[in-house]
């Protein structure tokens, strides 16, 4: 993203009030960037990295993997950073054709339509509870493999429930434990991984054809 010096001031302020901490430089990035977006600093303590998720999810950026995300407020808040970098191909499980089910919400039913259709994507789930409860549904069966699975549903029924059963898949994955979580942290969390991928990869993408 483009900082300007309120941004600069306002990251300072961040790094002084967390102070030590046990991230590495990288995962520490994604969540000040989560704090920055939220003014909220219990993500501190919320914000969890599986093995190899920040590599995982910056080699698929940087393949020009496609993104699926469960509500439009998440393909909003990152599709500009990645059209200005590896144009990932960004689709909203909102816009999938699907037929009417009873036993699944639209946007549950959404994701394992686009799920099927990109088994290896990068997985954004930032909002909606019954899309990770599908999307982990297909890991579990070994339908899918995604490359990355970012989950950060708020809610108070089933959330922890579905993160628990992301955490065991071994599918490398962030997380927000606890019932706090929003599109907005979502966002924040990929537009840090993106700033991260492109650093790494990115004169490298542009020299592809």
Request: net charge negative; proline share 4%.
């Amino acid at each position: 993203m483009e900082w300007h010096v309120s941004d600069a001031q306002s990251l300072q302020i961040i790094d002084q009030e967390i102070g030590e901490h046990t991230f590495s430089p990288a995962e520490y990035e994604i969540v000040r960037r989560v704090i920055y977006a939220t003014a909220d600093f219990d993500y501190k303590s919320l914000i969890r990295f599986s093995e190899l998720s920040l590599q995982s999810g910056a080699a698929a950026l940087a393949a020009r993997s496609t993104i699926v995300v469960d509500v439009p407020m998440v393909q909003v808040g990152i599709t500009p950073i990645i059209q200005n970098t590896f144009a990932n191909p960004v689709y909203c499980s909102m816009d999938a054709l699907t037929r009417p089910q009873r036993e699944k919400t639209r946007v549950a039913w959404g994701i394992q339509t686009l799920a099927r259709r990109y088994p290896e994507a990068i997985f954004i789930i930032g909002q909606e509870q019954t899309a990770l409860t599908a999307l982990v549904e297909l890991i579990e069966t070994e339908e899918i493999r995604p490359a990355l699975v970012v989950g950060t549903p708020a809610g108070f029924v089933g959330t922890d429930v579905a993160i628990a059963r992301l955490t065991d898949s071994l599918i490398p994955n962030i997380r927000v434990e606890g019932r706090k979580g929003s599109a907005v942290v979502a966002a924040a969390i990929v537009n840090g991984l993106v700033d991260l991928a492109w650093q790494a990869y990115g004169k490298e993408s542009n020299g592809m054809s």
